[in-house]
């Protein structure tokens, strides 16, 4: 379970949505078994989504961010419903790319290709944004989805710290927007913060808490907590959304199917469950 916690300044001028969501990160790479490049891509992706749906003012909104990429990582896919985030990388055993500095090249793995948003509130038809991607570093991507497709000036910061077993000793990340009432003066504090601000799994490495990140990065502004929303990584596939899914494919599928008369054995991208499928019951 991940906390987001929700700031403001004392003139009401920005919102800041910050997390520390390891257990989030570490969660889905115990489900898909995945290697560091994987690990630290998907976690970014996860965080990035969740603190996006904690933005959300409707509860029933479906959040769903995909990237599709050239890279080794063949793509991710995250959603976020209900207080849960989900998500996979198309290779989660891509092999290790290191930058000159020593830091995992997320970038390089992902490669040239599209970020695609949609938000599904139930209602006729679900709002729909794709663009290309800026770096493949996920967070400056999403800044650019937020400046370009919603219009709101942003800064967005993820990141995900493995640790030699593999497994993830750090992660996190923030959102902060812009009121479209904001002051230059504000305006020119918080790039100055940000400016300055180290990396935020550097910063979790420190032990600061969300709220000392979130007093970093409001330095000067006068922060003030609003709410915090939780959000965690959990998957809620059925076997009965899988055979109304294998029903609904065309009238010669199903057949030819149904004539090799033997279980079938699907597996949920998101969880890695398998579930065992009988003929009779896909004839209901």
């Not at 409707?58 to 209900?82: M, N, P, Y």
């Amino acid at each position: 379970m991940s906390v987001a916690e929700i700031y403001s300044d004392a003139k009401k001028e920005l919102r800041l949505y910050v997390t520390d969501a390891r257990e989030v990160a570490e969660e889905a790479r115990r489900v898909h078994h995945s290697l560091p490049l994987a690990t630290a891509a998907l976690g970014r992706l996860l965080i990035g989504a969740g603190l996006m749906y904690c933005m959300e003012k409707s509860e029933r909104v479906k959040l769903t961010v995909q990237i599709k990429g050239s890279g080794s990582l063949g793509g991710l896919l995250v959603t976020a419903e209900d207080g849960c985030v989900k998500g996979y990388t198309i290779n989660p055993e891509a092999e290790v790319l290191i930058k000159e500095n020593g830091k995992l090249d997320i970038s390089g793995g992902i490669g040239q290709g599209t970020l695609s948003v949609v938000k599904d509130y139930g209602l006729k038809e679900p709002y729909t944004s794709q663009m290309q991607l800026v770096s493949g570093e996920i967070a400056e991507d999403l800044t650019a989805y937020f400046a370009g497709s919603e219009q709101t000036p942003s800064a967005v910061a993820l990141g995900v710290l493995v640790d030699v077993d593999g497994s993830v000793k750090q992660a996190g990340g923030f959102i902060v927007q812009l009121m479209p009432f904001a002051a230059e003066e504000t305006i020119a504090a918080l790039e100055k913060n940000i400016a300055g601000l180290p990396a935020v799994t550097s910063l979790l490495e420190q032990g600061l808490t969300t709220e000392a990140i979130a007093e970093r990065v409001l330095a000067g502004l006068s922060p003030e907590k609003l709410d915090e929303k939780m959000f965690r990584y959990h998957c809620n596939c059925q076997k009965e959304r899988f055979i109304r899914a294998i029903r609904g494919l065309s009238k010669q599928e199903l057949e030819e199917i149904l004539a090799e008369d033997k279980p079938i054995t699907v597996e949920c991208h998101f969880c890695d469950k398998k579930y065992e499928i009988r003929p009779e019951e896909l004839k209901g």
